[in-house]
Nanobody, 126 residues
């Protein structure tokens, strides 16, 4: 059983920054893929950024490319999402996810992963 717990969400002004964290516990390997997804009210879930350890690929959606950075600290079983130059359209619930498959990052971000956290709310507003 894998458990994921996100933190770091909150209210931030446009142009500001936030760093989301996701601590994983349970049966998780350093080689599992990890990712961040988001869902805004009335919108479908979007794969924001994913990292696949199997082929070293990293994916960012066009809407966040150049502003967000995904990283992981295997020693701490933690995945991060550094978010800079935040915009009101980044407002959403952000979910951390992991997957034991060997698929690439783009596929995982487009089709989803096996294990999910409960999410943390990010609100970008003045």
């Amino acid at each position: 059983q894998v458990q994921l717990v996100e933190s770091g969400g909150g209210l931030v002004q446009p142009g500001g920054s936030l760093r989301l964290s996701c601590v994983a516990s349970g049966f998780i390997s350093d080689y599992d893929a990890v990712g961040w997804f988001r869902q805004a009210p009335g919108k479908e879930r979007e794969g924001v950024s994913c990292f696949s350890s199997s082929d070293g690929s990293t994916y960012y959606s066009d809407s966040v490319k150049g502003r967000f950075t995904i990283s992981r600290d295997n020693a701490k079983n933690t995945v991060y999402l550094e978010m800079n130059n935040l915009k009101p359209e980044d407002t959403a619930v952000y979910y951390c996810a992991t997957d034991p498959s060997y698929r690439g990052a783009a596929l995982l971000c487009n089709y989803g992963m096996d294990y999910w956290g409960k999410g943390t709310l990010v609100t970008v507003s003045s």
